[in-house]
């Protein structure tokens, strides 16, 4: 079956640019939709963005001019690239699959999340 | 944006309720509408999608429903493996979730 699994640093600097790699095993990247979501301590779930298989992105307005998230299918993975990053940025960040059924999107294979903090 | 509200944000109850967790959203996303759960320390989890088609493997006292702007989530016979956050989530533009709902062992 399709699993996810998250990589890059642990720790960023303020004003420094955050990068996530999610790694597709057991299934294609060449469809559905790869998203990221991030759950800041003690809170909720965030959705970031995701990027469809034909590389179409749609990101949070909140974190738009900040945030891209791209697509490499010849590695099977999708990344995560956020700008001038502060302390607010600190969360888990997981990357997810927006599987879909008769056009209705939901996100049901998920990485077992990455901890992001941003600190000097 | 679309924003959406789930109420209460916590509850308490006991093993064997019927809980009901509702979401609000700020405006129409016809049946673009998901469930999930998380437990602590865990990934969440798809319960339901489409407002109210149960995923593969969930047990069946989980139940959606629901379409436009009002939605709810049905556990029946809550079972101590229930006691967990709940999110609502919508897909119909640009996804957004619900901020959770909490369900306490009273």
């Known amino acids: 079956q399709v699993q996810l699994l998250e990589s890059g640093p642990g720790l960023v600097k303020p004003s420094e640019t955050l990068s996530l790699t999610c790694t597709v095993s057991?299934?294609?990247?060449?469809?559905?939709?790869w998203t990221w979501i991030r759950q800041a301590p003690g809170k909720g779930l965030e959705w970031m963005g995701f990027?469809?298989?034909?590389?179409?992105?749609n990101y949070s307005p909140s974190l738009k001019s900040r945030l891209t998230i791209s697509l490499d299918t010849s590695k099977n993975q999708f990344s995560l690239r956020l700008t001038s990053v502060t302390a607010a940025d600190t969360a888990v960040y997981y990357c997810?699959?927006?599987?879909?059924?008769?056009?209705?999107?939901?996100?049901?294979?998920w990485g077992r999340g990455t901890t992001v903090t941003v600190s000097s | 944006d679309i924003q959406m509200t789930q109420s209460p944000s916590s509850l308490s109850a006991s093993v064997g309720d019927t809980v009901t967790i509702t979401c609000r959203a700020s405006q129409s996303v016809m049946s673009f509408l998901n469930w999930y759960q998380q437990k602590p320390g865990q990934t969440p989890k798809l319960l339901i999608f489409a407002a109210s088609s149960l995923q593969s493997g969930v047990p069946s006292r989980f139940d959606g429903s629901g379409s436009g702007t009002e939605f709810t989530l049905t556990i029946s016979s809550l079972q101590p493996e229930d006691f967990a956050t709940y999110y609502c989530q919508q897909t119909y533009s640009t996804w957004t979730f619900g901020q959770g709902t909490k369900v306490e062992m009273k």
């Open positions: 057991g299934g294609s990247i060449s469809r559905d939709y």
């Open positions: 997810a699959r927006g599987g879909s059924s008769y056009l209705h999107y939901f996100l049901d294979v």
């Open positions: 990027i469809s298989n034909s590389a179409t992105t």
